[in-house]
């Protein structure tokens, strides 16, 4: 049983019932689901959640109801993982990856589909949509072919290849956009006023969404053995899954289920799409839009939907926002590889040099603990490695070769 019982605007306040609606009558502001927590105290408890599936639904008392039973095709529920050999290198006590490339569809874009269909179908949709970096479009095609549903799945046409494979795989129409994402979102905002019928997971079902993301929140938490980490750093993009970590621990504060302080939160950009992270280092009021230009496509959203909501986080519990350079990006995804056996997307290069940028100038503390969204795999972005992920060697097929190559490479010593 769910207890969302709204939803509310996040400007001004206005309640609605959990229907098909994304923005408020009374001012356009953004909405999002609210609880009964009161009435989830005692009822939502450790042994409650302990004993639910080993997806995001163990959580399904905190999102959104999907009905009759929700769309899961095991989203969640993915690794955090103690990296004692990236903690060394960067100079912290005690680091743990959230290891979200183990998902489905090898991001956590999953978990925020998996609720945006499950409400969908709750509402009556019959077919799944989206505006995407790539990511999104993935997971929205496979769960609407696991439910039997067409998908319309918008995309910036120049996007990595094996996001578009695995996107087209899933036989849903993909569209490839001539223009960045940016341009992306704008039709598929006009696309929902002429498809009234049509779910896009991240516009007309944003604020069922976008509560996926607490998952991430509560896994933490539970797999600490139900503490509170006191450190997060987060790739953003348009900033949501930021806040919902955020909203995520302090529905479990609310409830009980966790000691400890609620985390500080770190943001992670890549400098060619950095929008929130030069409003914060400027102390800019709004967030100026961008135009991308960076390796870390999943990211690149110059135009952030939750930008302000993200800077207003940050500002109130003292964290940070790294921007970091494509260069750094690739270097990071090597070192998260070579320390800690975890391929990373793009993405998660931006997260590890965030945060060491951090770490090196003093605003994450080395000796708290921290943890690091890991939110994509690097399957999804070979594009971005190819040119210096290759062999050490190519030799022919004889013994005297290979010494050579061995001798080459100092792993035999010469003689
Ligand atoms: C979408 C995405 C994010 C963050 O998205 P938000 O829009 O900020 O919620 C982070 N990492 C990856 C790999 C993504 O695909
Ligand atoms: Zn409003």
Redesign the pocket.
Known sequence: MSFAIGLLCRECGQTYPTEARYSCEFCFGPLEVAYDLEAAKGVVTRESIEAGPNSIWRYGALLPDPGVEPVDLGAGWTPLRRATRLAEVLGVKELWLKDDTRNPTG???DRVVSCALSSARRLGFTTAACAS????ATSVAAHAAFIGWPSVTIIPSDLEKSKIAMTAIFGGTVLGVEGSYDDVNRLCVELVAEHPDWAFANVNLRPYYAEG?KTLAFEICEQLNWSMPDQVVV????????TKIAKGFRQFMELGLVSGDEPVLFGAQATGCSPIATAYATGAEVVTPQKPNTIAR??A?GNPA?GPYVLDEVRAHGGDIGSVSDEEVLECIGLLAQTEGVFA?T?GGVTIASLRQMVRRGTIDPNKSIVAII??HGLKTLDAIADTATVTATITPSLASAEAALRANELVSAQ
Request: proline share 4%; hydrophobic share 35%; net charge negative.
């Open positions: 991001s956590f874009k970096t790539g990511n999104l993301s790739p953003l993009a348009s900033g949501s899954q930021f999943s990211l959203i939750d997307e993405a939110s994509g």
